[in-house]
């Protein structure tokens, strides 16, 4: 009787693990079968004001930067959130005023950070390097900049 119990024991052995091995290999299979397909690509432009970059300001602080451009005939809401819009109203004040000459395409990339730097340099007391980099000095200058006018 040891003979047939040590046999079934193996065979019962073998039939788990070979089950096993069957069936992680049809979840692998199933599993890659029904990944799902990458996101759509999806432009810019779709995101309008959900894509906001307040450069560290508080909704109170940017909502005094957004009144402060409407005053000077830059429109846009105010809502609190520096956007799309808002940071085309930025871009075309440095256009205006401190030789902004890229894109106005509401991103606040290298060039209009540059021209913030100017700004700041002469209103908020900006002292780093006009460098594109809205690194700490930046954002602290932007923020007392926004205090002062909020």
């Known amino acids: 009787m040891r003979p047939n119990v040590m046999t079934r024991s193996i065979v019962s052995a073998t039939a788990v693990a070979g089950l096993a091995i069957g069936t992680l290999a049809g979840a692998g299979s199933s599993f890659a079968a029904s990944a799902p397909a990458a996101p759509p690509a999806v432009s810019a432009e779709a995101f309008g004001t959900l894509a906001t970059n307040n450069l560290g300001l508080t909704s109170k602080q940017a909502k ?10 830059y429109n846009g809401d105010i809502d609190g959130l520096l956007g799309t819009n808002s940071w085309k109203a930025i871009q075309n004040f ?3 005023q401190w030789e902004y000459d890229d894109a106005i395409d509401g991103i606040p990339g290298p060039n209009t950070i540059k021209a913030l730097q100017r700004f700041l340099s002469e209103h908020s007391q900006y002292t780093g390097p006009i460098d594109g980099i809205a690194g ?15």
């Open 94 to 96: 440095l256009e205006d």
């Open 64 to 73: 005094g930067i957004q009144r402060w451009l409407r005053g000077w005939g």
């Open 136 to 150: 700490p000095g930046t954002r602290a200058a932007w923020s007392n900049w926004a205090n002062f006018i909020g």
